[in-house]
């Protein structure tokens, strides 16, 4: 886990940041640091915390205070919030600020790293503040008493515009759009996709399913990556869809990251019990994934047109890349961390395909399969008439 200090010599600062309560960060070049280490570590992260280092000149022991960093998408701002003494202690504990002066004049912001595991971290667990911040600082216990509460932030990542354009365009370059041709755009990929429909979808579909699974895989895996690499190439299987209620054979998608030789073969799979998800996701992988020169090469040849959202060039990919296989998994059956890394672990199959490839495994637990199925359904009613209505 990563946590944001602050070095100050000033008492005025470190009384700001000792305040119970929530406050928005006001300072710019406050703002700009917080900016960017939230920006590079919340999405891989649960706990984001900023600690203010008080050095007073002749005082050989600094001050300490933690805050919790949050982002209010209604006002846009970035937020610090008072933590529970038993987390100051920890955080200042893992980074071993009890006993030395860590002061450094040359550097005001710093990123330290705390190994160990993240779930020792408590909350501020203010109810007027949870609604405003990530859905990731939801407790399982919250999520299971109000299931919509997940089905919504799933629905919402879905139907984003910016994600389906990027999905559907390949992540190509951004091209200036007016505002009309964007919602054309945004409405034919919806309906390629088969995620909206004039007669409305069919939640039994298992071609819809396994689309809800690619797309959100896309969307999460490459900002996964997005802290490992500066260019990234995505290739994903959902752009060749010809009709919504065909599947498009192959791999789910694969993603080449040029500077880390590195490539992602993709497969996501939306089944109600993980065991199952688990093996037949590794049954498509073996398929679409014999290691073979041919396929490697042709393989090659499908990236050479595609381009980054930044860039311009056509790749090459390097003959010894690191090939890695990753299994993104929607089940209902399990929700616990403990439960579902149970199920991994005594999973044959999934230990077998270890001995020879590097495997990232991303599980996704719905809660209810059914019942977000349905609530799927009524978004994309909603969607189908709303963007009809314009």
């Known amino acids: 886990m990563n946590v944001l200090i602050h070095y100050t010599t000033r008492s005025y600062v470190f009384k700001l940041f000792s305040k119970v309560g929530t406050y928005p960060f006001t300072m710019e070049d406050r703002v700009k640091n917080v900016s960017d280490f939230y920006n590079k570590f919340s999405r891989s992260q649960e706990h984001l915390f900023f600690v203010v280092s008080y050095y007073e000149q002749g005082n050989n022991a600094p001050n300490y205070t933690v805050c919790r960093i949050l982002f209010d998408e209604d006002s846009n701002t970035f937020q610090y919030s008072s933590v529970p003494s038993n987390t100051k202690k920890l955080i200042c504990k893992e980074l071993g600020l009890n006993t030395s002066n860590t002061y450094d004049k040359e550097s005001y912001y710093r990123t ?6 993240e779930r020792e971290f408590s909350n501020n667990n203010n109810k007027n503040d949870l609604n405003k911040i990530k859905m990731k600082f939801f407790t399982w216990s919250e999520l299971l008493d109000s299931s919509s509460i997940l089905f919504n932030v799933i629905n919402d990542k879905i139907f984003n515009k910016e994600n389906v354009l990027k999905v559907a365009s390949t992540y190509a370059p951004k091209i200036k759009y007016t505002d009309k041709q964007r919602e054309l755009k945004y409405f034919d990929a919806l309906k390629s996709i088969g995620f909206i429909s004039k007669t409305g979808i069919k939640t039994s579909s298992t071609t819809l399913h396994g689309d809800i699974g690619e797309f959100l895989m896309h969307i999460m895996l490459s900002q996964f990556l997005s802290e490992q690499s500066n260019e990234k190439y995505i290739y994903p299987k959902l752009v060749f869809k010809t009709s919504p209620n065909m599947p498009v054979y192959g791999n789910d998608g694969t993603i080449y990251l040029k500077d880390k030789k590195e490539i992602y073969y993709l497969e996501a799979k939306f089944y109600s019990d993980l065991n199952r998800a688990i093996n037949k996701a590794i049954k498509s992988l073996t398929e679409h994934n014999e290691v073979s020169q041919e396929v490697f090469n042709h393989k090659i040849e499908l990236f050479r047109n595609i381009k980054t959202d930044e860039l311009h060039e056509v790749i090459e990919i390097d003959e010894e890349v690191k090939e890695n296989l990753v299994l993104f998994l ?12 149970n199920v991994v672990k005594k999973n044959t199959k999934l230990n077998d395909l270890k001995n020879n490839f590097n495997i990232v495994l991303f599980v996704l637990p719905i809660i209810n399969k059914k019942e977000y199925l349905t609530f799927f359904s009524e978004k994309s009613k909603a969607v189908w008439e709303e963007l009809n209505a314009k």
């Open 112 to 117: 330290f790293t705390i190994e160990g595991n």
């Open 330 to 341: 929607i089940c209902d059956d399990f929700t616990e961390y403990d439960d579902i890394l």
